[in-house]
């Protein structure tokens, strides 16, 4: 899991930060600054912000926030990967660019 605690500040500056089917926890600030984000299980924004400027971030099961989330011109992949059958968005986010794909016939909620 990567865990940007209350009050914390991580950037990702450039290439590809693989988190290799681990959760991404965002209680501070994340800012992704030339770099993205790839190989999430689940995005997590528990009270803290994703700033993501004009780069990705790709997971593959569920998408919650209860913080704050900038997408700019980013673009959010829902993927293949490390998922389970139901793949899930919780919570109020205005995606710039958000792309699911599959070639397992997973289904996606959206939380109403």
Known sequence: ????????????????????????????TLVLAGGSIVGARDVLIDGGSIDAGGNSISFSRDWSNT???????????????????????????????FEASSTTGRQLELES
């Not at 500040?9 to 693989?18: P, Q």
């Not at 139901?86 to 986010?93: K, V």
């Open 67 to 97: 913080g704050s989330f900038t997408p700019s011109s980013s673009t959010v992949r829902l993927v293949d990967g490390c998922g389970s059958s139901t793949a899930r968005i919780l919570g109020s986010t205005t995606f710039n660019n």
């Open 1 to 28: 899991m990567l865990l940007v605690p209350p009050g914390g500040t991580t950037t990702v500056s450039g290439g590809e930060l693989d988190l290799n089917c681990n959760d991404l926890v965002i209680q501070g």
